[in-house]
């Protein structure tokens, strides 16, 4: 089993940024995956961003290329997502999840949930 907790949510102006950050606990391996993820309302849940514990590849949608920055600090076992100017349809509840899959870049296989940080931009 593997423990999620999303931090760093809140509201925000447009062009602004915020940090999100998930603590991981519980087992653990060397290879697998930690990945962003965000559902709007009324939207089906979509990928944002992921990156692999064992050699930090990162892969990010296509939305928030160039704004959005994912990171993991190994020792704290914690991922960070950087998202920078901000913009309102970013506004989402934002969740961290845990992949083992070796389709964890393509956001796929993922088996573990935090319960996720509200992000809300405002125009």
């Known amino acids: 089993q593997v423990q999620l907790v999303e931090s760093g949510g809140g509201l925000v102006q447009a062009g602004g940024s915020l940090r999100l950050s998930c603590a991981v606990s519980?087992?653990?391996?060397?290879?697998?995956?930690l990945g962003w993820f965000r559902q709007a309302p009324g939207k089906e849940r979509e990928f944002v961003a992921a990156i692999s514990l064992s050699d930090r590849r990162t892969y990010y949608a296509d939305a928030v290329k160039g704004r959005f920055t994912i990171s993991r600090d190994n020792a704290k076992n914690t991922v960070y997502l950087q998202m920078n100017s901000l913009k309102p349809e970013d506004t989402a509840l934002y969740y961290c999840?845990?992949?083992?899959?070796?389709?964890?870049?393509?956001?796929?296989?993922?088996?573990?949930w935090g319960q996720g940080t509200q992000v809300t931009v405002s125009s």
């Open positions: 519980g087992r653990t391996y060397s290879s697998y995956a």
């Open positions: 999840a845990a992949s083992f899959s070796s389709y964890w870049s393509i956001g796929r296989g993922y088996d573990y």
